[in-house]
């Protein structure tokens, strides 16, 4: 069974930072992709950054590209989401999940990733 639990998420002010961690356990041999994922209420939920279980391929969504950065560590089975000059539009409720992807095109769809932890606050003011 899949475990993901989230943390690090807070409150900050636009352009400031925030690292988030998922402590995942039992994704070996179940899941290829690991990722972060990110819903506004009312709004869908949306594929934020992903990394293979190998970290070594890495996918973001364009609106957060050069400003976040995700990685793996595989020793401590840790995903983690560093995020910089956080803007307002990037407050939401972040989700770490894990699934199998078979090709790019799916790496940041929400509906790719069959198991989800219980989401982490962030909030971002002007």
């Known amino acids: 069974q899949v475990q993901l639990v989230e943390s690090g998420g807070g409150s900050v002010q636009a352009g400031g930072s925030l690292r988030l961690s998922c402590a995942a356990s039992g994704y070996r041999g179940r899941c290829n992709y690991l990722g972060w994922l990110r819903q506004i209420p009312g709004k869908e939920r949306e594929g934020v950054a992903t990394?293979?279980?190998?970290?070594?391929?890495?996918y973001y969504a364009d609106s957060v590209k050069g400003r976040f950065t995700i990685s793996l560590d595989n020793a401590k089975n840790t995903v983690y989401l560093q995020m910089n000059s956080l803007e307002p539009e990037d407050t939401a409720m972040y989700y770490c999940?894990?699934?199998?992807?078979?090709?790019?095109?799916?790496?940041?769809?929400?509906?790719?990733?069959?198991?989800w932890g219980q989401g982490t606050q962030v909030v971002v003011s002007s």
């Open positions: 990394i293979s279980t190998g970290g070594r391929i890495t």
């Open positions: 999940a894990g699934g199998r992807v078979f090709t790019s095109d799916n790496v940041l769809v929400p509906t790719s990733f069959t198991d």
